[in-house]
């Protein structure tokens, strides 16, 4: 079901009255193809109650087991070696907290807070140069580079 055509259903939804839809209310306040996209979906007349289902269950309710099954599926990659090397980085939490961050690209740069309109430009504002991505702040900056030559 595309965008619209969920849009129009509740929008049907609000302009029943009495089961059917209120054509005379519609018409005084929808254009006229809108209105005819609304007499195209009927509302339903199912005498059956609306019933949640969990998809990832075969039975369709809800389980913990089911529930702690998702939460697993996104955790898989923390069992690889990898994840295990920021909390070895000897330092301060402060900085092994930054690496975990950082390794799930997680850190708000300039790039993120432009894709989410909290900022007008994604240039990283030490340097100047570039779009200051989280391998920019790591490793591009040249403020980073003499961190690390350091």
Same mark, same amino acid.
């Given at each position: 079901m595309g965008m619209n055509e969920a849009f129009m !259903?509740? =929008?049907e939804w609000r @302009? #029943? $009255?009495?089961?059917? @839809?209120?054509? &005379? $209310?519609a018409r005084a306040f929808l254009p006229e193809d809108m209105v005819q996209q609304l007499l195209l979906?009927? #509302?339903?007349?199912? /005498?059956?109650p609306d019933v949640p289902i969990w998809r990832l269950s075969s039975?369709?309710? $809800?389980?913990?087991? /089911?529930?702690?099954? @998702? /939460? %697993? %599926?996104?955790?898989? +990659?923390?069992? +690889?070696? !990898?994840?295990k !090397? &920021?909390?070895q #980085?000897?330092? =301060?939490? %402060? /900085? %092994?907290t930054f690496f975990e961050l950082a390794m799930h690209q997680r850190l708000l740069t300039n790039v993120e807070r432009c894709r989410r309109h909290l900022a007008l430009m994604d240039a990283c504002r030490i340097c100047g140069g570039g779009p200051e991505t !989280? @391998? +920019?702040i790591i490793r591009d900056c040249p403020y980073a580079r003499a961190v690390w030559s350091e």
């Open positions: !259903i509740k =929008i @302009l #029943v $009255f009495n089961g059917s @839809l209120n054509e &005379a $209310f979906h009927p #509302v339903p007349q199912g /005498t059956e039975s369709g309710r $809800f389980t913990m087991k /089911t529930s702690y099954e @998702l /939460t %697993r %599926r996104d955790d898989d +990659h923390h069992e +690889h070696p !990898i994840w !090397i &920021a909390w #980085v000897e330092g =301060i939490q %402060r /900085t %092994r !989280i @391998l +920019h």
